[in-house]
Nanobody, 117 residues
Framework: QVQLVESGGGLVQAGGSLELSCTFSGSFSEYNRLGWFRQSPGTNRALVAVISRLGHTTYADPVKGRFTISRDNDKKTVTLQMSNLKPEDTAVYYC???????????WGRGTQVTVSA
């Protein structure tokens, strides 16, 4: 069983930066992908960025050029560096882990990010 724990959310002014971190316990097969999703009130949870075990990344269009996802397989962490934050980035951010071999996926409990105008 894999558990994911996020940290690093908070309140920031527009134009500022925040870094989110997610640490996971347990283990994935080599066929895995880690990522971040977000959800604001009244909307569906949406992909922000994902990264494969080998470091291939995908970003949602609204965050391209502003957010950077990275992972450390030895430390079992995935990090989302967010810069030039906008009020529309306000949401609960969830860490996600997907294992393609065992057909499993896991979610963290989420961390709130609030960007004031």
């Amino acid at each position: 069983q894999v558990q994911l724990v996020e940290s690093g959310g908070g309140l920031v002014q527009a134009g500022g930066s925040l870094e989110l971190s997610c640490t996971f316990s347990g283990s994935f097969s080599e066929y895995n992908r880690l990522g971040w999703f977000r959800q604001s009130p009244g909307t569906n949870r949406a992909l922000v960025a994902v990264i494969s075990r080998l470091g291939h990344t995908t970003y949602a269009d609204p965050v391209k050029g502003r957010f950077t996802i990275s992972r450390d397989n030895d430390k079992k962490t995935v990090t989302l560096q967010m810069s030039n934050l906008k009020p529309e980035d306000t949401a609960v951010y969830y860490c996600h882990g997907q294992d393609y071999l065992f057909l499993s996926d896991y979610w963290g409990r989420g961390t709130q990010v609030t960007v004031s105008a």
